[in-house]
């Protein structure tokens, strides 16, 4: 069992940066790999970002490419997301997850993922 424990959402002004972070417990961190989806109202949870378990691989969402960053400290069992240039449309719950794989191949699709937390709130106003 893998516990995720998202901080660091709250209100920010469109152009303005987060920084997200998921901390993990409960198995080794290094052999999994981790991501970020995010759910805005009266949507489906989409996929943000994912990063390999080394921290090699990463992969983006067409719409947050070149804004935001994934990254890992295995060393801290905690992931980050920093999130520059928000914008709006960013509006939404981030969710952090993990599964059992030393790749991000099929990322993208969220029944892939095993572990979820419980999701922090980025509000972006104009």
């Known amino acids: 069992q893998v516990q995720l424990v998202e901080s660091g959402g709250g209100v920010v002004q469109t152009g303005g940066s987060l920084r997200l972070s998921c901390a993990a417990s409960g198995r080794t961190f290094t052999n999994y790999a981790m991501g970020w989806f995010r759910q805005a109202p009266g949507k489906e949870r989409e996929f943000v970002a994912a990063i390999g378990w080394s921290g090699g691989s990463t992969g983006y969402a067409d719409s947050v490419k070149g804004r935001f960053t994934i990254s890992r400290d295995n060393a801290k069992n905690t992931m980050i997301l920093q999130m520059n240039s928000l914008k709006r449309e960013d509006t939404a719950v981030y969710y952090c997850?993990?599964?059992?794989?030393?790749?991000?191949?099929?990322?993208?699709?969220?029944?892939?993922?095993?572990?979820w937390g419980q999701g922090t709130q980025v509000t972006v106003s104009s």
């Open positions: 997850a993990a599964r059992y794989s030393s790749t991000i191949v099929g990322a993208a699709i969220a029944a892939n993922w095993r572990y």
